[in-house]
């Protein structure tokens, strides 16, 4: 309990400052005056005060308490829409775009270069996530269940850790049975028997542009072909040029979305848009597997829907994991198949097996409690914060004429360089340098984004990450003309 | 040291009534002599005796000591060799020969009975595995590394794990670097790896007649198409079937092979034979997948050999797991890629990407100690009990014309029931009854098989197998005319 009362004290003065009340430059009441007005401890109310100066709310001034500060604006343009006539020109699915060659050469150039400031890993430094919490649960369900460890597995997963996952899939507006969700090594995984469940070689599957390169491997792995739908950095895929895409091919099996804090763009569906476009899946015929991965990352602790809330007949396929909100080092993620779902387990059992039982029981254990929404708070209040703090540096030291998006939650930002500058280019010098982006050019199949970058903001921001940044700002210049 | 010294003693008294010196109904030295004697303590002697007892050699007389029991002779003939035309007349591969099916309605029927005896899980008890030591290792491994849980995951497997393998694959006659190799979720996802590194749709694997039903189900799930090759009960797989396929069959991209302890057949590959066997996939280009997870189990505690041991140009493909000799609730598996390596690499970042490391950190610290091959040796006992013990129940309650191979490790019995008897309608009736086999027509495509069943020999033999047997031998005898 006492660990959410800060949590309290903090949401006041937020708003307070947010709507004005609090005016920039004004004092905080003293800690003593927060104790006593609030009925809290000393460290609850200095916790409070320390959770909205890293937030960049606020600013500790030497024996003179806490002050409002002016509110730091990110004076960037928002990334490019793409181009009204952008969905007519949906180009030819190609076969094999070379997706992996791109990859293989963006890691074998890492590991050639020590990585000083890493802005290219889309999950949180290993901070910011309960790893006490976890260590303890999973030591409790090695003494209570050491038989697991020598046991059969269970089918789909622990019986236990799917019950607490349909639990927490009623905050997304889905309601599944445990039944009906199978538990998978990570979403990758689940991703994977989706695609391999609704779709044959040579089949055509319509994905987000920009998008997550790690979809494009796993379509090109499959003999599967990848086509493009523009994508609007505030509004998500485009569903009309979906639609037009469904009228001039016809061996589009699936559709692949991040409806929420896509990656990379960051931007969020709308409701009305994830709604029309499991209804036009439907009508066509066509699987929608959803990656809802970033979905509960939202600044506002508002839960967002994911599409199978809107899913009446099976049609559309979740796929989620803990590896951005829980747990980046278990490789723990789940899958409600729909009407695949016989085949999935199929899919699943022969291409795996089902998973170990330990680390699902130690989740569980986790999830099942207010610890996992305590954490959630946490971590968004973080990435929060660190993601403004990029922003604003970003902001402070790229050339004119960049862009940016601002999501409004994860921890991912899409860069726009001025003068279609190359992604490889200043990859590869930033690179020698020790800072680590991730070069636009991955994000399609199709060429599209060599002038972007994107950056994550999972670690605590620092003067190391100002430093990498103000670099990266003098690299991005210095090829412009 | 204390625990390796009762094998000792045993082992001088095995010899000694397996070579006669000790004839049936003769009495052991007293414990007190056995002290004496062998300069051990009294629980070392006890052990020693209820050992050999557990074995099937000794029994104990109430208030006389331990007697010399009669040698229980398995009076079965062996299963039968495949024809000498078997060879050429392989079936054209089939492209989908519905094992989904068959399994699903396995599986199916399996969970509408209430299983009293289960004879059909192809690994050993629980209590035949280390658990305590298990526990304590994941237990240590997680107060130590308590970062895993949040940390990004090493890419080809925990390097200290790796290392371990790498050493104990000599044994084997192999001599791999860690890098050689990369972990996997079981032997299953390696073989998965394996097949899709190799092979595209419509491709043809040849496999042993009869194998493994799960293999059939990654072949048939991956879209290739199986050729089964005859195989020896004694010598495993027919070089000399596979030669004749290469040369009708163009589409073969690889061949998968158990060469030691075979599933379902039991047997082990001469080292002259996996010679030639790699010789010949190398002369014609084609893959040799090894599926060697049985292989530490020997009775006569003699590593056997992987046919990579023979490999000089990557050609092998060796596929390995602990499911069977350590921890079948953890599914930890391995694989060393040979000239497939970079592509292997990248299909498992695209499938799953890499495994958590606890599992693997835990299991390093227990593999790399003398506690494993304590472990293993304890374990071969015990299965070869077990296998004899149920052979004996076999011999004495099958109806004539039985026939039955008898491997010399492993956990599996095969046998070939008289005149042609359905395992299809043995197993559904047994099935009502609470006992659980493997019914023959799963581990063929090709329906060569339903005369037999795989009897799991994986639990301590019990007076509830042995009854499970003599009705399941009455099930047999009753369909006979």
């Known amino acids: ?285 066509v699987a929608l597997v959803e990656d809802d991965i970033y979905g509960a990352l939202s600044d506002d602790d508002l839960p967002l829907k994911s599409c199978k809330a809107w899913d009446r007949s099976g049609n559309v396929i979740h796929c989620g994991s803990l590896h951005k909100t829980l747990a980046p080092g278990m490789r723990v993620g789940w899958m409600i198949g729909g009407r695949w779902q016989a085949r999935i387990r199929m899919l699943k059992h022969a291409q795996s097996r089902p998973n170990d039982a330990l680390a699902q029981i130690a989740i569980a254990e986790f999830m099942g409690s207010s610890a996992y929404d305590r954490h959630l708070v946490r971590l968004r209040r973080q990435l929060k914060a660190q993601r403004e703090r990029t922003a604003e540096a970003i902001a402070a030291h790229f050339p004119a004429g960049t862009r940016l998006n601002m999501p409004t939650g994860g921890m991912l930002l899409w860069v726009e360089m001025p003068g279609r500058r190359s992604s490889s280019e200043v990859f590869n010098t930033a690179l020698q340098e020790g800072i680590r982006v991730a070069p636009g050019m991955m994000f399609s199949n199709a060429g599209r984004f060599d002038h972007c970058l994107r950056i994550s903001c999972g670690a605590p921001f620092s003067e190391r990450i100002e430093t990498a940044l103000t670099r990266l700002a003098q690299i991005v210049a210095a090829g412009l003309d």
Do not use: W
């Open 1 to 285: 309990m006492e660990d959410l009362l800060y949590l309290r004290v903090a949401g006041h003065y937020r708003r307070a400052i947010r709507s004005g009340v609090l005016a920039p430059g004004e004092r905080l009441p003293s800690v003593r005056a927060l104790m006593r007005l609030h009925q809290v401890s000393l460290s609850t109310a200095l916790q409070a005060c320390r959770s909205l100066e890293d937030e960049g709310l606020l600013e500790a001034r030497p024996r003179s308490g806490y002050f409002v500060l002016k509110p730091r604006r990110v004076a960037l343009q928002a990334v490019s829409e793409p181009e009204p006539g952008a969905a007519a020109m949906a180009p030819d699915p190609a076969p094999y775009s070379g997706i992996h060659d791109r990859v293989s050469d963006f890691v074998a150039k890492c590991e050639r270069y020590p990585v000083v400031t890493n802005l290219a890993l889309a999950f949180g430094a290993p901070e910011a996530y309960p790893q006490e919490a976890l260590k303890n649960a999973a030591l409790r369900a090695l003494r209570r269940h050491p038989e697991v460890l020598v046991s059969p597995v269970p089918p789909q997963g622990d019986p236990g850790f799917r019950a607490v996952l349909a639990r927490r899939a009623m905050a997304a507006g889905m309601s599944p049975t445990a039944d009906e969700i199978l538990v998978t090594h990570g979403c990758t995984e689940a991703i994977n028997l989706a695609l391999r469940a609704v779709a044959q070689p040579g089949d055509v599957i319509a994905v987000e542009s920009p998008t997550y390169f790690g979809l494009l491997q796993v379509i090109e792995s499959l003999g599967l072909r990848t086509l493009e739908i523009p994508t609007s950095p505030s509004r998500g895929m485009s569903v009309e040029a979906l639609e037009l895409a469904f009228q001039t091919h016809a061996r589009i099996k699936a559709v692949v979305v991040v409806p929420n804090f896509q990656n990379p763009l960051g931007c969020v569906m709308p409701d009305a848009e994830k709604a029309r476009l499991v209804a036009l899946c439907e009508g066509h015929q």
